[in-house]
């Protein structure tokens, strides 16, 4: 029940396209789901994050549209860029975890010039 | 603020050797998080600290690791003795209050041969 799958693992996107990366939960108990974009060589960093009062979040060109009903969350990535070319998780936690977070599995999104 | 500091950034070690990483977080951030990130298993949860006290231990693999938060500006996570199948990239993250924000390491790559 803590788990968060995502998919796909990898995905391949021209420039200019929309990239969408795909999450899914079960616990219910979850109430705050960042993305955090991975750069080769460095840590994880915040990118955006939604909580179940709203249905989309949009910070620039990246969107988070949230299903509570479906238990299922996704990443937009509109007009991509070949700077996105990046490793992306997704992730969930709840009030009284002290920020615990469970994450996905990973995709690895490349952008084609 | 320098953002959270690991060290090393490489370790190469022989099997049967004591590793320690060690991590500083940003000051002010008292909920601390140690990951291990391989391609087979992803990001994985190792062990966290809230003020100085560890919460959840129960990612930590084996006895052979270990974990210590002595003050709220230094951490260290040994492993002893290492094993092959230790190798892997080691990240920190701190947040604070609540901790919905994680700001991680830049992480250190642990090769034991």
């Known amino acids: 029940q803590q788990q968060v799958k995502q998919s796909p693992q990898s995905l391949i996107v021209q420039k200019g396209g929309i990239s969408i990366i795909n999450c899914a939960y079960e616990?219910?108990?979850?109430?705050?789901f960042p993305w955090y974009q991975q750069f080769p060589g460095k840590g994880p960093a915040l990118l955006i994050a939604?909580?179940?009062?709203?249905s989309e979040k949009k910070e620039g060109r990246f969107t988070i549209s949230f299903n509570k009903s479906a238990k299922q969350f996704s990443l937009h990535i509109m007009d991509s860029q070949p700077g996105d070319s990046a490793t992306y998780f997704c992730?969930?936690?709840?009030?009284?975890?002290?920020?615990?977070?469970?994450f996905g599995q990973g995709t690895i999104l490349t952008v084609h010039p | 603020d320098a953002g959270v500091i690991q060290s090393p950034r490489h370790e190469v070690t022989e099997m049967g050797q004591e590793v320690t990483l060690r991590c500083k977080p940003i000051?002010?951030?008292?909920?601390l998080f140690w990951y291990r990130q391989t391609m087979m298993r992803g990001l994985e949860l190792l062990i966290y600290f809230n003020n100085n006290v560890p919460i959840d231990d129960s990612g930590m693999p084996e006895d052979r690791f270990s974990a210590k938060m002595p003050n709220a500006s230094f951490s260290t996570l040994k492993i002893q003795p290492s094993e092959p199948r230790d190798s892997a990239v080691y990240f920190c993250a701190g947040a604070q209050g609540r901790g919905d924000t994680q700001y991680f390491g830049p992480g250190t790559r642990l090769t034991v041969l």
């Open positions: 939604i909580r179940p009062d709203v």
């Open positions: 616990n219910t108990a979850f109430d705050y």
């Open positions: 992730a969930a936690s709840r009030v009284t975890s002290y920020g615990k977070l469970t």
């Open positions: 000051s002010g951030h008292n909920s």
